[in-house]
């Protein structure tokens, strides 16, 4: 509810005011019954037409202001329901900026587009109604009951027993509704689930043949639905039908009790309408009210998987230093072990190498020896568990995340581009690149198929680069990365969507670009890395080998083996 | 709640419309069945309802007639008026009797429609879920998920609605518009026209914003999409956007689409926010002009004290039901195409009855291996080895067994499958590796788990082998699923194996797990491998090189590289990933 409270609180007159309008409304609507009181007061006993258009003319000005309270209630109320919900919207996606790669995978990407668009939406619409349905009716009750009091005391005091009667109605029904509605919200889910199952793994049951089972299990999530749902019904059948029996006493009650306060002179024959209008208006807004209450909870667990995401504690902290600029070497390795959060094993253990600047190191390894882990360590997407790893001479932990990336090209392993144009994907790498720029760095990165294109640099990108191939995307990838003008590029088995010309083109173009540069290369293929600087072999988060090929070779049996089952076409331990 | 794709934003004004609504209604009314009964009950109880309905202010006009009569006479003769059972207090109890009567029916018909529609759209639901069945796969892979999904949840559940608030109500507003009217027309002509006037002109408003509402509606749900997208992009994308400092710029990309957003929903809401309102005023202004009216002809005696407010009972009863026609109509219209979307489904082809032949296969052990690029046909041949979908020409046989001629049931009994589209349901964990075999002992699921190399995970989880799995297992990983279902399959110990061993999903560290774990799989078994990376597959019996559908090599990986085709290319570049 804080989160709630904090959002909202820019916003405080406007709520304030909006609720004020709506006040307006309903004010409208118990006024309109008491001046046709009055006009039937005036019918039987002055006998004056001009009274009657007195009031006639008084009601249309009642009319005008109520009207015009709902029309602005309409457009605050909108208005705050889309500033919340933009509010919230940045908040969260802001927040998600600052979270690491393991504070996000806790949420996934699923749920968290969910978060940011569904469950949004849900408070939004909750804060609304709550606003326009719930927060005027004590404004309503209280008006409507002071007016009755107005024409008589003894009215006034059967409206508060009405009042209250509804209400304990409306009280008895919402505690079990909301029990009924939360069950049946959670068999929603699980009906909703029992079907995706059951289309999304009709291959899986079918080849397992339990196509019957499955028939009873969707049976059993239907009628549990359905049994639930009727009880929903009959809830709601049953508080109209109470409503509807309320409504009627006080109509009796009214007549009976009032034909005597009139037969006594306290009140007069129209009084009779307007308290009867009084009683119907309060009956509706507190049942309306309550419909809004019975959802709540609803937003609630939405609130709550926002609260949990603004909440979160991002795992990395930000170091302070802004310019590291130096001498030294690129990165480097200082007894460096990491263990992801949820594992029982390191993932890389006691690593100590340097990239130096002009040189190639490459590093090489079967899969799940942790290669890509080490790119992902010197962009401090994770934090190391052990040792440190500095990125020109200074602990990563120190810089600032942006200093830090600010001097290093990455190519994931993943190529991912952005909608748009190949353009706005290039100068992700350099804002303000030129296009003569932009040419030289696809024809760098292999990627001159580009001006073959209709709109060249101009080119449509699908979400996700979908329209081009895995290669075409990973030269992209490359072109983007080489954009930057950085003391360190780092490849993350970024040539295995490319055939061996290819690959072999580029690496070569590769080095005259960034001569200054260190270059990281991480790859499945000895032919990417076999003129590199330095070749590190790791082998189940270890390094087994660091050296140049010729001498890994002759030292390196892990090496000796992959390059085996490359070089000379396998055999019977190949690739093992 | 979680995940409900097609309903981001629903869409208040989206009305579907049906095409044969006629022949949909005669459908539904047969697939009623023994519950028309019911339908008919309602109907004479809403006819009777809406008779007491339109008695009722009539009556209490003249109980208030009454009282004024009885107090003024009183007056004249200087007493104090009471009301007792000879003065009005017959009446006023005649009069609750009619309207406790008018309550017992409502809640009759409301009782009785409570479960009605609920029952329907239950049988309509158990129909489709033996449909779906007997559908082909093609069915399943032709059809986005959340599409089907919808049908079977939302298209029913507006169903239900529909019938049960919605049918009663149409029934009672028809009845209730018509007697008031009549009863109106009595009291004086002219004032009923000048209700007529404003119900016209509040009417004629409800359509225009109705119009307009779509449009803005659209505008938003335009923005919605933009919205969508970006944030998709930006939490699939989030590492590029951290590696390359783009943080900043996609926040201003983000906000300048929600700021749109947030402009089109609040003009969208205002006018679905204002029509209300707006019909309220029209509304309260026609009352006002019909109180001034009513007034003038109460002074002249026209009306009396109690027709005077019977008559702005009436205006109440029968101008709701008026301005809301409207809307009824559609949501009328809009319920019969959901309810023809569902009859579409359940008319869908089905895939034809099988033949009943079975024979258990031999068990040579053979490691078969399909390589070839995304779209060669790999997932056809697996499609077609376990009857997903029938060959279009020539036979695959099982051992001899043309497999078209054995039933489903017997085919798939010697197969097992893994494949990269790890699927578990909503259980423990247990009884997701005993998917296949129920009946399995714990002991054997535990054997399972360890030569699937689970076994260890699953001791670490807080409940062991009792825990479940939430909807979208996200308490374990991707490549944690994909042990399980190599558990799974340990546990049926099929004949023949047929994996797809893709595993992009998966984080480096059980990538290795997972590939110990189709080794350990793979033992003595007749096995067809869907390789994507070649290392795995150098030792198969017999590689089949796949392009644009045609097996265009096979031999083992010694024959296949030394002829050089397109197989020792595909090794040469290394078509990893």
Redesign the interface.
């Known amino acids: 509810m804080k989160t709630i409270f904090r959002f909202l609180k820019p916003y405080g007159k406007l709520c304030v005011f909006t609720v004020l309008v709506m006040i307006l ?1 309903v004010a ?1 609507g118990l006024f ?1 019954p008491r ?2 009181a009055d ?2 007061n ?3 006993e002055s ?3 001009s009274y ?2 007195e ?2 003319a008084a ?2 000005v009642v ?2 202001i ?2 015009a309270g ?2 602005a ?3 605050l ?3 705050l ?3 919340l ?2 509010d919230m ?2 908040a969260l ?2 927040k ?2 600052e979270l690491s ?1 393991h504070d ?1 995978e806790q949420f ?7 978060r ?3 469950d949004i ?1 849900i408070i939004q619409q909750s804060v ?1 109604w709550c606003i ?1 349905m719930v927060l005027p009716v004590p404004a309503a009750c209280i008006m409507g009951i002071v007016m009755a009091f107005a024409i008589d005391t003894v009215m006034g005091f059967l409206l508060i027993g009405i009042t209250a009667l509804i209400i304990a109605l409306a009280i008895l029904v919402t505690r079990r509704a909301s029990e009924i509605f939360g069950l049946l ?1 959670r068999l ?17 049951i ?10 009873k299990r ?2 059993k999530t ?2 549990d639905y ?1 049994r639930t ?2 009880s929903a ?2 809830l709601f ?2 508080l ?2 109470a409503a ?2 309320v409504i ?2 006080c ?2 009650a009214i ?2 009790i009032g ?2 306060r ?4 306290f009140m007069e ?2 009084d ?2 307007a308290l009867t209008e009084y009683s119907i208006l309060i009956l509706f807004y507190i049942i309306m009210a309550q419909m809004v209450i019975i959802l709540l909870p ?1 937003s609630r ?2 609130l709550g998987r926002i609260e949990e995401v603004l909440g979160k504690e991002p795992e990395i902290k930000d170091g302070t230093m802004e310019h590291v600029v130096g001498n030294a070497d690129a990165v480097c390795f200082d007894h460096v072990s990491f263990r ?1 959060p949820d ?2 094993e390191n ?1 890389l253990t006691d690593l100590n190498f340097v990239c130096r600047k002009g040189e190639t190191t490459a590093v090489i390894g ?8 080490i790119a992902k360590l010197i ?1 401090r ?1 994770h934090d190391v568990t052990k040792g440190t790893i500095s990125v020109n001479g200074v602990d990563v932990r120190h810089q600032t ?2 200093a830090l ?2 001097r ?1 090209a ?1 190519v ?1 392993q993943k190529a ?1 581009l ?2 748009g144009s190949i353009g706005d994907n290039l100068h ?2 350099d804002e303000n690149a030129s296009g003569e720029k932009m040419r030289h760095v696809l024809s760098v990165a292999q990627a001159d198929f580009v001006s073959s294109l209709a709109n060249g640099l101009d080119a449509h990108v699908a ?2 680069g979908t329209n081009y191939s ?1 290669g075409q995307k990973q030269r992209l990838s490359i072109a ?1 990365a080489l954009m ?1 003008d950085a003391d360190l590029y780092i490849f993350d088995d970024s040539f ?5 010309k290819t690959d072999a083109a580029l690496r070569q173009a590769l080095r005259s670009e960034v001569r200054d540069a260190a270059v990281l290369i991480i790859a ?2 000895i032919n990417t890395i076999l003129n590199a600087d330095q070749i590190i072999v790791l082998d189940e988060g270890k390094i087994a080998g660091i050296g140049k090929h010729d001498e890994l070779l002759k030292t390196c049996q892990v090496y000796r083996e992959i390059a085996d ?2 070089m000379k ?4 331990n ?3 | 709640m979680q995940e409900n794709e097609a309903s981001v934003f629903e869409d208040e004004m989206e009305y579907g419309v049906p095409s044969n609504a006629w022949r949909t209604v005669r459908r539904l009314w047969e697939a009623m069945g023994r519950q028309r009964i019911r339908l008919v009950i309602v109907a004479v109880s809403v006819l009777f309802y809406t008779v007491l309905s339109v008695a009722a202010p009539v009556y209490s006009a003249g109980i208030i007639d009454l009282l004024w009569r009885k107090i003024r006479l009183a007056w004249e003769e200087g007493v104090t008026f009471r009301v007792s059972w000879n003065s009005g207090g017959r009446e006023i109890v005649i009069l609750l009797v009619i309207y406790t009567a008018t309550g017992i029916l409502y809640t009759f018909q409301s009782f009785l429609m409570a479960s009605f529609a609920e029952r329907l759209s239950l049988e309509l639901r158990t129909m489709i879920s033996r449909k779906l069945n007997r559908l082909p796969l093609a069915f399943f892979d032709n059809h986005r998920t959340g599409e089907v999904l919808s049908r079977v949840t939302n298209d029913l559940d507006k169903m239900a609605e529909v019938l049960q608030t919605g049918l009663l109500k149409l029934f009672t507003a028809v009845g209730m518009v018509v007697g008031s009217l009549i009863m109106m027309m009595r009291f004086h002509v002219g004032l009923t026209l000048i209700f007529l006037l404003f119900t016209g002109l509040s009417i004629f408003f409800t359509r225009f914003f109705a119009a307009k509402t779509l449009r803005y509606a659209s505008l938003r749900q335009q923005a919605v999409s933009r919205v969508t997208g970006q944030v998709e992009e930006a939490y699939s994308g989030r590492t590029v956007i951290r590696a390359f400092n783009r943080e900043e710029k996609s926040a201003g990309d983000m906000r300048e689409a929600v700021e749109e957003l947030a402009r089109t929903s609040r003009n969208a809401d205002f006018m679905m926010n204002a029509v209300n309102p707006f019909i309220r005023f029209v509304n309260r202004v026609g009352q006002a002009a019909i109180a001034v009216f009513a007034g003038k002809l109460l002074l002249d005696g026209v009306l009396t004290v109690g027709t005077f407010q019977a008559f702005f009972q009436y205006v109440y009863q029968a101008s709701e039901p008026l301005t809301e026609a409207a809307y009824m109509v559609n949501s009328l219209q809009s319920s019969i195409a959901s309810v023809e979307r569902i009859f579409e489904l359940l008319d869908e082809k089905e895939i034809r009855k099988d033949p009943d032949v079975s024979r258990i296969p031999e068990n040579p052990g053979e490691k078969i291996a399909v390589v070839g690029s995304t779209g060669a046909g790999k997932t056809t041949l697996i499609n077609l080895l376990m009857r997903f979908y029938e060959v279009n020409g020539g036979r695959i046989l099982l051992d001899g067994t043309d497999i078209s001629l054995m039933s489903y049931e017997g085919l798939r009994r010697h197969f097992g499958m893994v494949l990269q589209d790890t699927w578990l349901f909503e259980g423990t964990i247990a009884e997701n590796i005993a998917y296949g075999r129920t009946d399995a002992s714990r002991d054997e699921i535990v054997a399972a788990a360890k030569a699937a190399r689970a076994d260890f995970f699953i001791r670490t989880l807080p409940r062991g082998y009792d825990t479940v799995l939430g909807s979208d297992a996200e308490n374990i990983s991707a490549g944690q699923k994909q042990l399980l279902t190599i558990a799974r399959v340990m546990l049926c110990n099929p004949a023949v194996l047929i994996l797809d061993e893709a595993t992009s999903s998966v984080d480096t560290r059980t990538e290795m797990e997972i590939g110990k774990a189709m080794q350990e799989l793979m033992k003595r078994r007749t096995s067809f491998v869907i390789a994507h990376r070649l290392s795995t597959i150098v030792d198969a019996d017999l590689i089949l090189v796949m392009q644009n559908g045609t097996i265009i090599e096979k031999g083992n990986h010694r024959e296949l590289l030394q002829s050089g085709g397109a197989y020792a290319d595909l090794y040469n570049s290394q078509f990893a990933q």
Not at chain 1, 108 to 114: F, L, P, Q
Not at chain 1, 206 to 215: T, V, W
Not at chain 1, 569 to 572: E, K, L, P, V
């Open positions: 409304d409208g309109v001046l046709t006009m039937i005036i019918g039987v006998r004056d037409l009657m258009f009031k006639g009601m249309l009319t005008l109520a009207g709902a029309l209630g309409s457009w109320c909108a208005d329901s889309a500033k919900g933009r919207r940045n996606y802001e998600s900026l790669e996000f996934g990407t699923g749920s968290m587009i969910t940011t668009l569904n939406n609304v326009q919200q929603l889910d699980r009906m909703n689930v029992v079907l995706r199952e059951n289309l999304t793994g009709v291959r899986v079918r080849a397992f043949r339990k196509e019957k089972e499955e028939e969707m049976r239907f009628e359905a749902s009727v019904n009959l059948a049953g109209e039908s509807l029996f009627n006493i109509i009796v007549l009976w034909g005597n009139i037969g006594a002179g024959i129209g009779i309408t609803r667990v939405c992801f594992a029982d993932a079967g899969t799940g020896s942790g290669k890509s882990t962009l997407f995340q942006r990336r600010e290093i990455y994931p991912w952005f909608s992700d790498g979400q996700g895995g983007r930057k295995s969507a490319l055939d061996f499945q293929r089952s490359q076409g396998g055999g019977s190949a690739g093992k």
